[in-house]
């Protein structure tokens, strides 16, 4: 058949046409194919130069901007980012009885960021102005998924606080942005740390914790009949309150009292998880839910005891172990948790956890806790290069099958 028009011919076999149709037809299908396909890209490239710094095999030459630095942006602004907005995209509407998105509004956001990455990438062998033009393009692509999901906020009569503290990361995300920008145009160093702390303590710790807040007492009390949900608005301020402590801290570069703001965090966020956690058996897709979620408080907990440390030493004894704690053990662990019930729920299939997802899950605890370990091993970029291998295995299988997911039509026959 030659109609473009139609989902598939005679074979079955999809057009391209309608493969594009199919993928545009929910903010999360594009979003969350672009992040799927970045983790992978991105994680591979680190990896890659992993491998010929510990045993110089490729004779890769540093790029423009220094590895370490870029790996940091890359994950940060590009990789998790992409799956934020397509997540916020799709459920921003849904939160405040409002409609939804049409194409024309987040597609240019999924292009945006995915040719952000790749130029990126290539800037790190191409050069200064292929990297400028990239963070130019990520500038303005996430410009327009904060002023589309800020406008939601705008209208909206009775505000919706969980909204509204993504929007807030959001735009300290973009603020984040900017700094590296300016890192390119100077190469002030002051620049890129600011940049670094930003992504990780002012964008990616409060919309996860916002999400988590929201979400996981709500699918709890979906699988668990009788659950009693909990939310405490104060909480959203508590964390954000501690979390910008901790930022100023970071960038002032007082290490010495970062305990405090670790400390309140780690404390709170056990007492969340005691709250949340449900007395009774829970499916396996919600009980990841809550594992993903237990590695927030050990992260902070690990924040604190290197900050104790430090004011009493001056040694930083975990290296970066507690930002991996973050990084990998809690972004990680919810993407893979989050990201399948997103997935399974909008295709129309069963929520449950599924063996791909779980062995992905079970082996990013595992690529967690070696990365953290690595950080005291006496060979610390061999059990570097481990992890990172063992990151990309976890997530080849999980990408695929998910990929797959976006690119088919919803079983139950349903649009979206």
């Not at 740390?193 to 709890?220: E, N, Q």
Request: glycine residues 8%; proline residues 5%.
């Amino acid at each position: 058949m030659n109609n473009q028009n139609i989902s598939a011919d005679s074979t079955g076999a999809f057009v391209p046409a309608a493969l594009l149709k199919q993928l545009a037809a929910a903010p999360h299908r594009l979003l969350f194919l672009i992040g799927a396909t970045n983790v992978l890209l991105a994680m591979a490239a680190w990896t890659l130069w992993l491998i010929d710094a510990r045993w110089n095999v490729f004779d890769i030459t540093q790029p423009v901007v220094p590895a370490g630095w870029l790996h940091a942006v890359v994950m940060q602004y590009y990789v998790l980012p992409a799956f934020i907005f397509g997540f916020l995209l799709t459920v921003f509407p849904r939160w405040m009885g409002l409609p939804a998105f049409e194409r024309k509004h987040y597609v240019p956001v999924g292009l945006g960021l995915v040719g952000g990455q790749l130029l990126t990438l290539i800037g790190a062998a191409a050069g200064l102005p292929v990297m400028q033009a990239a963070a130019a393009i990520t500038i303005l692509s996430w410009s327009v998924g904060l002023w589309l999901l800020a406008k939601l906020v705008y209208v909206h009569s009775a505000k919706d606080w969980h909204s509204v503290s993504c929007v807030l990361a959001l735009t300290f995300g973009l603020c984040g942005l900017l700094m590296y920008a300016a890192f390119l145009a100077t190469f002030d160093a002051r620049w890129m740390f600011a940049t670094i702390k930003i992504g990780s303590i002012g964008l990616l710790l409060p919309i996860y914790f916002t999400v988590c807040h929201r979400m996981i007492p709500f699918f709890a009390s979906s699988a668990l009949p009788g659950y009693q949900t909990d939310r405490p608005l104060w909480s959203l301020a508590f964390v954000w309150a501690a979390a910008l402590g901790q930022l100023y801290l970071e960038i002032r570069h007082g290490y010495a009292w970062i305990w405090l703001p670790a400390g309140l965090l780690a404390v709170h966020c056990s007492w969340l998880l005691f709250k949340w956690w449900p007395r009774r058996q829970m499916p396996a897709l919600l009980r990841v839910l809550f594992v993903g979620f237990a590695w927030l408080p050990i992260s902070f907990a690990l924040y604190a005891i290197q900050s104790a440390w430090y004011a009493i030493s001056g040694a930083f004894i975990l290296g970066r172990a507690p930002a991996h704690a973050l990084f990998i053990g809690f972004f990680g662990s919810l993407l893979v948790a989050m990201v399948t019930r997103v997935t399974q729920g909008h295709s129309g299939r069963p929520l449950v956890l599924g063996a791909v997802a779980a062995v992905a899950f079970v082996l990013v605890q595992g690529v967690a806790i070696l990365r953290i370990v690595a950080e005291t091993m006496p060979d610390a970029m061999f059990w570097q290069v481990l992890a990172a291998i063992g990151w990309v295995l976890a997530f080849i299988p999980w990408v695929a099958r998910s990929s797959w997911i976006y690119l088919t039509p919803r079983v139950d026959g349903r649009t979206g």
